[in-house]
């Protein structure tokens, strides 16, 4: 069984940075794919990236993003932890959200919009919270 449990949501002020930890307990094999959500109050669940490897072909990992984080998050994992990150940097007001990891085993092979499609039968975590206040 996996289980994701998410950590290091905060309140910050924009233009600060965060880092969001998705702990995983389980196997997810070599080959996986794994992404990061988001949800403000009122609007619809965000996919914001994803990370993908096929470790049987010891291939490099493939990294996703959507456009309004682009050259501000990074997402990354520690292999050795079995933990995913999320580096967010120049925050903004609108990243203000519940932040959901998720993972499957597999390669994503899909595109961000339709990310959480792709997920759906994996695991999902409870969420932290990230408020960037301006």
């Known amino acids: 069984q996996v289980q994701l449990v998410e950590s290091g949501g905060d309140s910050v002020q924009a233009g600060g940075s965060l880092t969001l930890s998705c702990t995983v307990s389980g196997n997810l094999y070599r080959n996986y794919c794994m992404g990061w959500f988001r949800q403000a109050p009122g609007n619809e669940r965000e996919a914001v990236a994803y990370i993908t490897t096929d470790g049987r072909t010891n291939s490099r990992e493939s990294t996703s993003y959507a456009d309004s984080v682009k050259g501000r998050f990074t997402i990354s994992r520690d292999n050795a932890k079995n933990i995913f990150y999320l580096q967010m940097n120049n925050l903004k007001s609108e990243d203000t959200g519940m932040y959901y990891c998720?993972?499957?085993?597999?390669?994503?092979?899909?595109?961000?919009?339709?990310?959480?499609?792709?997920?759906?039968?994996?695991?999902w975590g409870q969420g932290t919270q990230v408020t960037v206040s301006s």
């Open positions: 998720a993972a499957d085993r597999g390669l994503c092979m899909t595109a961000m919009t339709t990310l959480a499609a792709r997920l759906s039968q994996g695991y």
